[in-house]
Each structure stands twice: as structure tokens, then as C-alpha cells.
């Protein structure tokens, strides 16, 4: 019988702990792209290539031309979007660039500080992370990514107890079943 027992804890050890590495590995969680709007490009905004010996405009046509993303400075959704691409490639200093400049648009959106927040923990910068999902706590309590994330900062930095607060509401707020058994995975895995 504590054979079996010490089987069955082993298994759910490793399962937390697989869980939590395909987690931390994947942050897929945290990357929201929002739906994307994707412009066809005309003749006057990309140049086609120097002809070929049997290539005509019809086959040029047909290629799938893309320009990359560009955010104008007015516009919020290619700002969101190109810091998640950021975000998405490593590239925390440029996206946490974005993600302030967001809050300019929309200084209520608990999305935004979630992603900034999460940004800046990866930046090293943990104390000012907490800060900006505090905030983003503080602006809409009932986000239930943004407790998530701010348990997931807290236990990293060892704010054991404001971790487990945290994820426990993760836990009780919100729809979503994933971040639910993630908070869940997290909390079990607390010391």
C-alpha cells in the first residue's frame, strides 16, 4: 500500500513539474494576438522585382506579397500587435516600450498591464513588474490573466504568500479553464 502511494505522488510530482516547464517554456498564455488585418499591397506601395525572361505581372500577382507591420504612432491595435510580436521574438525592451505607450491609449486595460508586467519581469525588472499588475489588479479586479501572471511574478521573486493570494483568485475569477488549471498546477506546486 505506500508503494503504491508513493507511486501515485511521484506521477503528480512530475506531472506539476512537466506542466510547469512546458508552461514557462511556451508563455503562450501570456501572448494574445489579436486578430489581424492584413492590407493587400498595391502596385504603388511594392515594388516589384527587376523582371525575369518568363515571369509576367499576371504570375507576379499571384505571389503573396506581404509588408511588414509598421505601428503609426495613432494607431493602438498595430501598436498592441507589434509588441506582441516583440514580445513573441524576445525582444522585451522594444515591447515593453509598446506596451506603455498603450496604457496612454487605454489606461484601464488590465490586458495591457498583464503584458507589460510580464515583459518587465522577463527584463529583470520584477519590482516594477508588481507595480504595473498591481495597477492593472487595481483597474479591473475581475481579469483573470493579470492574477495568473501576478502570482506566477510573485512566486518567482518568492512572495510566497501574495502568490498563493493571487492565484486563488485566479482560481475563483474569470471563464477560462486553462488559466484556471494553470493557476491551479501553480498553486499545488508552492511550498
Same mark, same amino acid.
Given at each position: 500500500?505506500?508503494?503504491?502511494?508513493?507511486?501515485?505522488?511521484?506521477?503528480?510530482?512530475?506531472?506539476?513539474?512537466?506542466?510547469?516547464?512546458?508552461?514557462?517554456?511556451?508563455?503562450?498564455?501570456?501572448?494574445?494576438?489579436?486578430?489581424?488585418?492584413?492590407?493587400?499591397?498595391?502596385?504603388?506601395?511594392?515594388?516589384?522585382?527587376?523582371?525575369?525572361?518568363?515571369?509576367?505581372?499576371?504570375?507576379?500577382?499571384?505571389?503573396?506579397?506581404?509588408?511588414?507591420?509598421?505601428?503609426?504612432?495613432?494607431?493602438?491595435?498595430?501598436?498592441?500587435?507589434?509588441?506582441?510580436?516583440?514580445?513573441?521574438?524576445?525582444?522585451?525592451?522594444?515591447?515593453?516600450?509598446?506596451?506603455?505607450?498603450?496604457?496612454?491609449?487605454?489606461?484601464?486595460?488590465?490586458?495591457?498591464?498583464?503584458?507589460?508586467?510580464?515583459?518587465?519581469?522577463?527584463?529583470?525588472?520584477?519590482?516594477?513588474?508588481? =507595480?504595473?499588475?498591481?495597477?492593472?489588479?487595481?483597474?479591473?479586479?475581475?481579469? =483573470?490573466?493579470?492574477?495568473?501572471?501576478?502570482?506566477?511574478?510573485?512566486?518567482?521573486?518568492?512572495?510566497?504568500?501574495?502568490?498563493?493570494?493571487?492565484?486563488?483568485?485566479?482560481?475563483?475569477?474569470?471563464?477560462?479553464? =486553462?488559466?484556471?488549471?494553470?493557476?491551479?498546477?501553480?498553486?499545488?506546486?508552492?511550498?
Amino acid at each position: 500500500m505506500a508503494r503504491n502511494f508513493n507511486f501515485w505522488i511521484s506521477l503528480a510530482a512530475f506531472e506539476i513539474v512537466f506542466g510547469l516547464a512546458i508552461f514557462a517554456v511556451t508563455r503562450q498564455y501570456y501572448i494574445q494576438e489579436p486578430e489581424t488585418v492584413r492590407a493587400e499591397p498595391t502596385a504603388a506601395s511594392v515594388p516589384l522585382p527587376p523582371r525575369s525572361n518568363n515571369i509576367t505581372e499576371a504570375d507576379l500577382a499571384r505571389f503573396n506579397l506581404s509588408v511588414p507591420s509598421q505601428a503609426t504612432p495613432d494607431d493602438p491595435a498595430g501598436i498592441s500587435r507589434q509588441a506582441n510580436e516583440f514580445f513573441a521574438s524576445r525582444q522585451y525592451e522594444q515591447a515593453a516600450d509598446l506596451y506603455e505607450k498603450l496604457l496612454a491609449y487605454g489606461p484601464d486595460n488590465a490586458e495591457t498591464y498583464n503584458n507589460l508586467g510580464l515583459t518587465l519581469h522577463y527584463l529583470g525588472r520584477s519590482t516594477e513588474a508588481l =507595480q504595473r499588475l498591481n495597477e492593472g489588479v487595481t483597474a479591473d479586479p475581475t481579469h =483573470q490573466r493579470i492574477w495568473l501572471t501576478l502570482g506566477y511574478v510573485n512566486s518567482q521573486v518568492g512572495n510566497i504568500e501574495q502568490a498563493r493570494s493571487a492565484l486563488a483568485n485566479a482560481i475563483e475569477i474569470g471563464t477560462d479553464d =486553462q488559466i484556471r488549471k494553470s493557476a491551479l498546477e501553480m498553486l499545488e506546486s508552492l511550498p
